[in-house]
């Protein structure tokens, strides 16, 4: 049955680096993928044209889709409106009405641009680290939360980490199954010597296990986390934690690539359906100049033919293709490096579609 997906383009190089991803999957689709796209507005893009950031019309669209391709949202022409019609609550809105719960991070450096990451070259070369994070629970959402002030009139902050068992089998068995499809081996992150909601983390991910006998699993206290992620970070293959470790990790994993640019993610629900997206944003300050990187969204792209459209075949020629125009020295000004040749966003796609 002919796959729905749902093309979102944003704001600033939004448009731009989607439409590259675009081209690689409509390719595909000339190569037998049997897939249809829709357009529809989000962030300041919609808000400019229906008044709002994430209109009816795309969310239905959305729920209605197999899958969604996202470019970024936001930019400086809406930073002085409301909050509750800024372009990042278009985003915000969409995750939560799909209940996009699993929060998939890659980080992979591709071994030829080693020297883009601030760590030393061997510590990082070939790293291929997945961070599944938990998305829509946790302290971001449990209550009570708010500032309170106490009898002798001092205020008092305070919020609630909170995870129930069904939450945390949820995105364990997301995470059990991506390391199945990798190297086998999954590391549980949490804090359970202090926290008694990740001790039943800590005690829900072993029940778990049971159920994957093929997959070896650890489980380490977040701050040792951080400190292996940047000490040795080649030793995980895949890390499943809570929220808002997760959100800390990622980020740290992020940059020991070095580039923003190259990395893909999605969200996905309980059925697998889900939102592929690039980490980064708008980039507003060069957007409309063709000098984005578009290899982070193909790479979002990938992910869909691998989780959503269950085409891992595709997914791996799309990460080859990448690959191999970064072997034939091609990069986008900001991977660019002295020796190599420098391509707009438009060039970048056409050499992947090209090594397709
Ligand atoms: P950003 O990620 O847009 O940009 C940070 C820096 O990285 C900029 O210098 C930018 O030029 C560069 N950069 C980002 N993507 C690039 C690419 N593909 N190729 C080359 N260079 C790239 O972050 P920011 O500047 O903090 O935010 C800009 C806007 O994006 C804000 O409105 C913010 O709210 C929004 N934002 C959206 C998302 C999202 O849609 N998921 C995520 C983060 C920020």
Redesign the pocket.
């Known amino acids: 049955m002919t796959k729905k997906i749902v093309v979102l383009p ?5 448009p731009e ?1 989607v439409a590259e991803a675009v081209k690689v999957l409509k390719k595909l689709a000339e190569q037998g993928l049997d897939i249809s796209f829709e357009h529809g507005l989000i ?2 893009a919609a808000y400019d044209e229906t008044g709002v950031p994430l209109p009816n019309e795309t969310l239905e669209m959305a729920k209605k889709a197999d899958a969604i391709l ?7 022409k ?2 002085s409106l409301d909050i509750s019609v ?3 609550k278009g ?1 915000l809105g969409i995750r939560s009405e799909l209940n996009l719960f699993a929060n998939l991070r890659p980080a992979i450096l591709y071994p030829q641009l080693a020297d883009a990451s601030t760590l030393k070259a061997d510590v990082v070369a070939g790293l291929d680290l997945m961070i599944v994070r938990e998305l829509t629970g946790g302290i971001y959402f449990g209550q009570p939360r708010g500032i309170r002030t106490l009898e002798n009139g001092e205020k008092e902050g305070f919020n609630t980490l909170v995870y129930k068992e069904s939450e945390i089998s949820r995105i364990g068995k997301v995470a059990f199954d991506i390391a199945a499809k990798r190297q086998g081996r999954l590391c549980s992150v949490d804090k359970a010597n202090v926290l008694e909601s990740t001790e039943l983390w800590r005690e829900t991910m072993t029940s778990l296990s049971t159920n994957y006998p093929d997959i070896e699993l650890s489980h380490m206290y977040v701050d040792n986390a951080a400190m292996q992620l940047v000490r040795a970070p080649k030793q995980f293959d895949v890390m499943v934690t809570t929220n808002m470790f997760g959100d800390i990790l990622s980020d740290c994993a992020s940059m020991l690539t070095g ?4 990395l893909p993610s999605a969200s996905l629900d309980e059925n697998s359906k889900g939102m592929y ?10 957007a409309g100049q063709n ?7 193909i790479l979002s792209a990938a992910m869909m033919l691998r989780y959503t459209l269950n085409e891992a075949e595709m997914a791996d020629r799309v990460e080859q293709a990448v690959s191999k125009v970064l072997d034939q020295g091609l990069r ?4 660019f490096s002295e020796g190599m040749k420098k391509v707009s ?1 438009s060039e970048m796609g056409d050499a992947v579609l090209a090594a397709l």
């Open positions: 944003g704001d600033g190089i939004g680096i962030g300041g996202l470019g970024a949202v936001g930019g400086y809406w930073e800024r372009p990042e985003l580039s923003i640019g190259m997206e690039p980490i980064h944003g708008s980039a507003p300050d060069i000098i984005a990187n578009p290899l982070a969204t986008t000004a900001d991977i966003t």
